[in-house]
């Protein structure tokens, strides 16, 4: 079947450009994370969904960003006013319930690079 | 807040070598999944343990879980080239469903 989907695989972005990250969940899976890796390093938590709520946003570094997934499915991840630091590998992964006992299933990732 | 740590960050074998891999939290933990990264890919679920003292088994890989529920170890009997990635463990503690992951161990295997 079908598994988590992220659009698009590479973004190039000038600084201070805005930028929108996107992610298909696996159909009917509740829960809905967004994970940042910078190289090297394992995945940062940004923030999670339980359908179209959002549950945990203390990971996200700045108010720059911001996420949202309106109707409990597709989300998205802007990042406004990028700068260098905010280049890394955008990971979106989303589990079957909201237990905290259901695996992850990581997407591609988005690699943003601002220049 | 909750921190997960893994050690170490980078293991170099020879093919056949056993490897081990530990992780600590700094808070008790409902549960401890891993994860393994292939060099370019993205995390892929192996497995999960939650109890306490839990040991489980997947071919040559053994899990465990410790007694505290603090801490948790992977280990690689005879390994092969095809182990190579990035291991990482992952934990989650009370009522949230926020998983939390550690820098994780990068295994490097020499055939």
């Known amino acids: 079947g079908a598994g988590v989907s992220q659009s698009p695989r590479y973004k190039v972005a000038k600084r201070g450009q805005d930028v929108a990250l996107r992610c298909d969940p696996i159909?009917?899976?509740?829960?809905l994370f967004w994970y940042q890796q910078a190289l090297g390093q394992g995945p940062e938590f940004l923030t999670y969904?339980?359908?179209?709520?959002?549950?945990?946003k203390s990971g996200l570094p700045s108010d720059r960003f911001f996420a949202e997934r309106p109707e409990g499915s597709v989300s998205t991840l802007k990042i406004q006013r990028t700068q260098q630091e905010d280049s890394a590998v955008y990971l979106c992964?989303?589990?079957?319930?909201?237990?905290?006992?259901?695996?992850?299933?990581f997407g591609n990732g988005t690699r943003l690079t601002v220049t | 807040g909750q921190q997960v740590m893994q050690i170490p960050q980078y293991q170099h074998v020879q093919e056949g070598e056993d490897f081990t891999t530990y992780c600590n939290s700094s808070?008790?933990?409902?549960?401890i999944q891993w994860y393994k990264q292939r060099p370019g890919g993205h995390p892929v679920f192996l497995i999960q343990?939650?109890?306490?003292?839990e040991v489980k088994k997947q071919k040559r890989l053994t899990f465990q879980f410790g007694e505290a529920k603090k801490n948790s170890s992977l280990h690689i009997t005879a390994t092969q080239t095809t182990d190579v990635g990035t291991y990482f463990c992952?934990?989650?503690?009370?009522?949230?469903?926020?998983?939390?992951f550690g820098q994780g161990t990068t295994l490097q295997v020499k055939p």
């Open positions: 159909s009917g899976h509740v829960s």
């Open positions: 343990l939650v109890k306490s003292g």
């Open positions: 992952a934990g989650h503690s009370g009522n949230t469903g926020k998983l939390i």
């Open positions: 992964a989303s589990s079957l319930d909201s237990t905290g006992y259901s695996p992850l299933h």
């Open positions: 808070t008790t933990l409902s549960n």
């Open positions: 969904f339980q359908n179209e709520a959002q549950l945990d």
